[in-house]
């Protein structure tokens, strides 16, 4: 059987007058998995979290959370915490008088579990600092335990790592990793492809409102994508006469005309790839790396934000 649903969304549109945010989306989020949400600007992402958290109600379509069907209430689904657009917290307070303020709202929050999550996220230090003095990082970081103060089984955050240093997204990391092991499922949507290469085991791809791909990231398939390559070998110059020789490549950065120690970076379809390395050993050129420049998810990322600026 398959793995039960945290998330099953079909047909779900939203609109905002003349513009379709959510054209006909479907996806399915398993229980338990860090599901990535990745797409340009205006791709929807923020509306579709939205919707998850009971901020707005599609104008089309079945969403279930949980194994519930969601009505129309504007509330957040029972079991289900997060934020969009960054947390709501308030300023004035400090930020353990927050978590106290929604936990006295809350029928839901862990009032005596506090300290516990401010430790989670690592804000123990500031614990009694205003909130007005914290960068944008510590904002996420507080939201985040604003959320995990309810223990949820659903978490959902809209671009968590914005303003986190790389030491705190690290650590926000390794606070979503611990979650899904002990079984909470979070949807998380981000602009950094190697956290969601690094946190989630699947994503889905948003542009305009659809769904470009949605599945494991090992499915996000490169074969008839003509990619960047980084190709060194142990003869950059014969190498560099055997690459432009050869059908179906072209060199991008010529890595021997500018004496770079990186590399040839060339560009091409997989089988013409595989023609280069029988090539290069048929020559006796020994090949020392070949891999994509770009991971097939940013390459994915990038031609759809590409495609996207050139119909404006
Ligand atoms: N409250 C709103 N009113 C009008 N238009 C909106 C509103 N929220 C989102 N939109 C529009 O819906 C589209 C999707 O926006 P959004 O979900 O914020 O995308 P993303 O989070 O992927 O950048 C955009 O065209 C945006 O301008
Ligand atoms: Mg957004």
Redesign the pocket.
């Known amino acids: 059987m398959d793995a039960p649903l945290a998330v099953r969304a079909r047909g779900i549109t939203k609109c905002?007058?003349d513009?379709v945010?959510l054209d006909c989306i479907d996806l399915d989020v398993a229980q338990g998995q860090i599901h990535g949400l990745v797409?340009p600007?205006?791709?929807?992402?923020?509306?579709?979290l939205g919707l998850l958290l009971g901020l707005a109600v599609a104008d089309e379509g079945r969403l279930e959370i949980l194994g519930a069907a969601v009505g129309r209430a504007l509330a957040a689904p029972d079991g289900v915490a997060g934020f969009v657009d960054g947390p709501g917290l308030y300023p004035s307070l400090t930020a353990r008088q927050n978590l106290s303020a929604l936990a006295a709202l809350r029928s839901d929050a862990r009032t005596g579990e506090i300290d516990d999550v401010l430790e989670q996220v690592g804000l123990t230090d500031v614990a009694d600092d205003r909130v007005r003095g914290f960068s944008l990082g510590m904002r996420q970081r507080l939201g985040l335990a604003a959320a995990l103060l309810t223990k949820p089984r659903l978490l959902v955050l809209d671009e968590p790592a914005n303003g986190l240093d790389p030491a705190g997204a690290k650590h926000v990391n390794g606070v979503l990793t611990r979650l899904a092991a002990d079984g909470t499922t979070v949807l998380l949507?981000s602009h950094r492809m190697d956290d969601v290469e690094a946190l989630c085991s699947e994503v889905t791809i948003?542009a305009t409102?659809r769904v470009v791909f949605s599945g494991p990231l090992s499915k996000l398939s490169t074969e008839n994508t003509e990619l960047d390559y980084r190709v060194r070998t142990a003869d950059p110059e014969a190498a560099r006469r055997l690459i432009l020789e050869m059908p179906g490549l072209g060199i991008v950065n010529d890595a021997v005309a500018r004496q770079d120690a990186g590399g040839l970076v060339v560009r091409g379809l997989v089988p013409a790839l595989d023609e280069l390395v029988a090539g290069l050993v048929h020559a006796g050129i020994a090949l020392r790396e070949l891999a994509p420049v770009v991971s097939p998810l940013e390459a994915a990322f990038l031609a759809l934000t590409e495609q996207q600026e050139s119909n404006r």
């Open positions: 905002f007058g513009v945010a797409g600007n205006g791709a929807g992402k923020t509306t579709l949507s948003l409102g």
